[in-house]
């Protein structure tokens, strides 16, 4: 059975930060190329960061500079660290896994993240 479980949301004021997970199972981890996406209140889902396969991490430009993706494939799990956290960060962070050949993909549940004073 294909799971994908996050944590680590939670409310944050401007300019802190946290660390989301996503724990991984039921697929090989290592051949997925793994995502967090966000998703505000009445706007669509949109990218945050995406880690291939291969290792190499891309970021949307609105998280470039305070955003790390991570992952480590021993322990079948990604990371999302966010610094200097924005109001406009504010969203559900959800977890997605991607295999091209052939084609997989599965969703977390998402988690909560509230930046506010």
């Known amino acids: 059975q294909v799971q994908l479980v996050e944590s680590g949301g939670g409310l944050v004021q401007p300019g802190g930060s946290l660390r989301l997970s996503c724990a991984a199972s039921g697929f090989t981890f290592n051949m997925y190329h793994m995502s967090w996406y966000r998703q505000a209140p009445g706007k669509e889902r949109e990218l945050v960061a995406i880690?291939?396969?291969?290792?190499?991490?891309t970021y949307a430009d609105s998280v470039k500079g305070r955003f790390t993706m991570s992952r480590d494939n021993a322990k079948n799990t990604v990371y999302l660290q966010m610094n200097s956290l924005k109001p406009e960060d504010t969203a559900v962070y959800y977890c997605?896994?991607?295999?091209?050949?052939?084609?997989?993909?599965?969703w977390g549940q998402g988690t909560q993240v509230t930046v506010s004073s």
């Open positions: 997605y896994a991607r295999r091209v050949v052939p084609t997989r993909m599965y």
């Open positions: 880690t291939a396969a291969s290792g190499s991490t």
